[in-house]
């Protein structure tokens, strides 16, 4: 996956990180661990709407992000905007082979084919830092999909795990963003409530690792200590074991190929872990089946998704949608999508607008 030419060496000078989305939860905790380390040093940093003045020696806040990073000129890019905004930032980093640092999920999603048709012709490195695909990605060690059985994604479960449909109808987003084991964003974490992150997960593991989605499975895992299950063809099965804290992941893909240390504990074993698995709930939480049906069915359906997605959490949060209507309005928002693929940059961000305003008008007349 990290196509291009051979393995780049940093060892003689710093590596410059552009840090994009760096007031968030990924952002916030990517500063602690360039500040950590002597080879890492911030070059630039985007937020969306706080001020952050000072924190690096280019900072911009809104706009175009590509500007930012063609005045910058970063080793890397740590892509941690939230939602579809980190659109432009993933590609111009794909197409101009500069190594790609993705906590944003959304943009790969949306942008499948184009991002890794991009990143073919850039040739840089496409490092996940979503837990589950970093661990992955480290158990893969670069093997091609022809030797891998399949791919495990473990879930929490969110806060609502083991809940029927009719516990959730009166649920409120300070509900929603209870979460059990991780620390995150509220739109991240309302996804997890409603397993819609585990699904944008099986939609990224399928154009990071070039796997099949048949050969994708999700399981429930509430104590988040197993991120991700390699089974080998071989019937060997390799899982990825840590404590659920994203500074791993973070640290791992901005000192990839070295692994830093972090000030992390490591696991202790002896301490009584549980290591508890089962299928997921697709009727209470049907967001992962919806997503599953548009990452089988291609196109833009899973850009369709997406939005309608950020869309409809977005009305949730704000209390204009009840929680159980998240998955109704992108159900309709796919069944009304046209799916076609998008040939370039203009008819993805058509076929993004398109479900956006589906999503709008379906909830409005709610
Ligand atoms: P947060 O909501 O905490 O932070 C989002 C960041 O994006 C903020 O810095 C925000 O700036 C910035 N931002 C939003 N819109 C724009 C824009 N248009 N231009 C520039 N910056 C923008 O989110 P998280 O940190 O939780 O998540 C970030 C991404 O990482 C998401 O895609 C998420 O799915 C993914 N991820 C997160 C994990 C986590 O543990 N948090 C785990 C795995 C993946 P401002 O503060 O100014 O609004
Ligand atoms: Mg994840």
Not at 176 to 195: C, E, F, Q, R, Y
Not at 230 to 241: C, E, I, K, N, S
Not at 276 to 292: I, M
Request: aromatic share 6%; proline share 7%; glycine share 10%.
């Amino acid at each position: 996956m990290s196509g291009g030419p051979g393995p780049r060496t940093y060892t003689s000078r710093v590596k410059r990180i552009a840090l994009l989305g760096a007031t968030g939860s990924i952002g916030r905790q990517a500063l602690e661990i360039i500040e950590a380390h002597p080879g890492l040093e911030l070059c630039a940093a985007a937020s969306g709407a706080q001020p952050i003045d000072g924190l690096a020696p280019l900072t911009q806040v809104g706009g175009d992000l590509t500007e930012l990073l063609e005045r910058a000129e970063p080793d890397l890019v740590l892509n941690a905007v939230v939602g579809f905004a980190g659109l432009p930032a993933t590609l111009w980093a794909l197409e101009r082979g500069v190594d790609l640092a993705l906590a944003n999920k959304e943009s790969l999603v949306a942008a499948g084919e184009l991002a890794l048709d991009a990143h073919r012709r850039g040739g840089g490195r496409l490092l996940p830092v979503d837990s589950e695909h970093s661990a992955a990605f480290q158990c893969l060690e670069g093997r091609p999909a022809d030797q891998v059985h399949s791919l495990v994604l473990t879930a929490s479960g969110g806060p609502f795990r083991g809940r029927t449909r009719e516990q959730l109808e009166d649920v409120r987003p300070a509900d929603a963003l209870a979460h059990p084991t991780w620390n995150m964003g509220p739109k991240i974490t309302v996804d997890s409530a409603t397993l819609a992150n585990k699904g944008l997960e099986l939609i990224e593991a399928h154009f990071l690792f070039a796997l099949p989605y048949d050969r994708i499975e999700v399981v429930v895992h509430p104590s988040s200590l197993v991120h991700a299950v390699v089974r080998f063809r071989d019937g060997a099965a390799l899982a990825h074991v840590g404590y659920p804290d994203m500074r791993v992941p973070i640290s791992y893909a901005l000192t990839y190929p070295d692994r830093a240390a972090t000030p992390l504990p490591s696991l202790d074993l002896a301490s009584g872990l549980t290591l508890e698995f089962h299928a997921p709930d697709l009727e209470t939480f049907p967001l992962l089946a919806h997503a599953r049906r548009a990452g089988e069915e291609g196109g833009t359906y899973p850009c369709a998704f997406n939005a309608a997605n950020e869309v409809a959490v977005a009305a949730f949060l704000d209390g204009r949608l009840p929680f159980l209507g998240i998955a109704e309005v992108v159900a309709d928002a796919l069944d009304a999508a046209d799916g076609s693929p998008a040939g370039d940059l203009d008819e993805l961000v058509a076929a993004d607008a398109a479900a956006r305003r589906h999503a709008e008008e379906a909830f409005a007349v709610a």
